[in-house]
């Protein structure tokens, strides 16, 4: 079973970040530049201590209008994050992804931000397993 490390070990450590003073317009313009969907706060010492992601954007937009531009992200990230370690498997990333209706999981070691996994990256290793089972099963036949 695909674990988390074995994710990192392919895609790398980088996660993109940002301060809760960053302007909701500058959460954006991360958003496009990088063509991701979530930006994971951190304080100095990368502890996680919150999370934005474009739903949370288009929802305040939605609200309060296009002037929450230029207000600190900190005030509409989410605060209670779920994290993960590299231990955990593809199944209790797709378990807390589901239960919480969110598609980014930041991975935590020692209390610090070591990496994130996206619903994409998910789906790319589930799909593999997928296919390394069905390939074993052929061969287990073939050779039955
Ligand atoms: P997403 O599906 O990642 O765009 O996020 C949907 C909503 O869940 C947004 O309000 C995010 O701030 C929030 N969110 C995203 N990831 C997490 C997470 N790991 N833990 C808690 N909330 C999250």
């Given at each position: 079973?695909?674990?988390?490390?074995?994710?990192?070990?392919?895609?790398?450590?980088?996660?993109?970040?940002?301060?809760?003073?960053?302007?909701?317009?500058?959460?954006?313009?991360?958003?496009?530049?990088?063509?991701?969907?979530?930006?994971?706060?951190?304080?100095?010492?990368?502890?996680?201590?919150?999370?934005?992601?474009?739903?949370?954007?288009?929802?305040?937009?939605?609200?309060?209008?296009?002037?929450?531009?230029?207000?600190?992200?900190?005030?509409?990230?989410?605060?209670?994050v779920v994290t993960?370690?590299?231990?955990?498997?593809?199944?209790?990333?797709?378990?807390m992804?589901?239960?919480g209706?969110f598609?980014?999981v930041?991975?935590?070691?020692?209390?610090?931000?070591?990496?994130?996994?996206?619903?994409?990256?998910?789906?790319?290793?589930?799909?593999?397993?997928?296919?390394?089972?069905?390939?074993?099963?052929?061969?287990?036949?073939?050779?039955?």
């Amino acid at each position: 079973m695909t674990t988390v490390q074995t994710i990192l070990n392919l895609k790398g450590g980088d996660v993109a970040t940002g301060d809760p003073s960053l302007t909701v317009g500058q959460i954006c313009a991360r958003l496009a530049e990088q063509r991701i969907g979530a930006i994971v706060m951190t304080d100095e010492q990368r502890h996680v201590i919150g999370i934005i992601s474009e739903r949370d954007v288009v929802r305040v937009i939605a609200q309060h209008g296009a002037e929450v531009m230029a207000e600190p992200a900190g005030r509409f990230m989410t605060r209670t994050v779920v994290t993960c370690t590299r231990r955990d498997t593809i199944d209790e990333l797709m378990d807390m992804m589901t239960r919480g209706r969110f598609r980014h999981v930041p991975v935590v070691d020692g209390g610090r931000l070591v990496g994130i996994v996206s619903i994409g990256d998910v789906v790319k290793h589930r799909m593999a397993d997928i296919e390394r089972e069905a390939e074993e099963i052929r061969n287990y036949i073939a050779t039955a």
